[in-house]
């Protein structure tokens, strides 16, 4: 059993090349991040972290996001993770801003909610605005960067006029619907909230994607959020 779980669980994993240069032994630090977040960070030798392994752990933690998990973990009581304070402190920080920002975009998606049912726009939830209450539970543990949503193509001139409402607009820089998938908007205090709203599921080829999307729009399930 213990040779199995090794080939199921790989104990090293190797860094990304964007921290190799970095301070530290990025592949012992990536490796422990990924150990934790597996539920078996008791098994990874802690006493060999320096002080730039720490401070990698931490930079790391913030640009791939996983910050938040990594506070929910270390909390545990039997996750093995003896962060050094200062570790501490940042994971503490990024979950307690992430719970405060997706506060606001949760609001954001009830009053897009409300202004669409007005408008009898259907719409689906993507990425993280679908993942957190349905996979993660707890807002505080996945960062959102915006609001995505999926519409019927014949309605996205309606869609794009309805979250006009809210205050939201389309930037004159970005001529975003040219991308070919999604309307970008942006809106809120210092336009800093972000809306996508996508009409098709990706590069795919056009039978395909007609085909996905048919069964998307009657296997769709209703997710319910404070």
Not at 35 to 48: D, H, K, T
Not at 73 to 94: K, N
Request: glycine share 8%.
């Amino acid at each position: 059993m213990e040779s199995l779980e090794s080939r199921v669980i790989p104990r090293t994993v190797m860094a990304p090349a964007r921290y190799v240069s970095c301070p530290g032994e990025a592949t012992r630090v990536y490796s422990a991040i990924c150990a934790v977040l597996s539920g078996i960070g008791q098994e990874v030798n802690w006493s060999r972290f320096s002080p730039s392994d720490w401070n990698l752990m931490g930079r790391i933690a913030i640009r791939e996001r996983v910050g938040p998990l990594l506070h929910a973990f270390w909390t545990r009581q039997d996750s093995g993770a003896p962060f050094s304070p200062e570790l501490a402190a940042i994971l503490a920080e990024t979950y307690y801003q992430t719970h405060a920002y997706n506060a606001l975009y949760f609001k954001r998606i009830r009053a897009i909610r409300e202004v669409f049912a007005e408008r009898h726009i259907p719409f689906v939830l993507f990425k993280g605005s679908a993942l957190i209450p349905t996979l993660y539970g707890n807002p505080a543990l996945r960062p959102m960067g915006d609001v995505d949503l999926l519409v019927p193509r014949i309605l996205l001139n309606e869609a794009v006029a309805a979250v006009a409402e809210l205050g939201f607009q389309e930037p004159g820089h970005l001529p975003s619907r040219r991308f070919g998938h999604h309307a970008h908007l942006r809106g809120g205090r210092g336009q800093c909230e972000a809306v996508e709203i996508h009409w098709s599921l990706g590069h795919v080829s056009w039978r395909l994607e007609a085909r996905l999307e048919e069964w998307l729009w009657q296997n769709v399930n209703p997710v319910s959020f404070r």
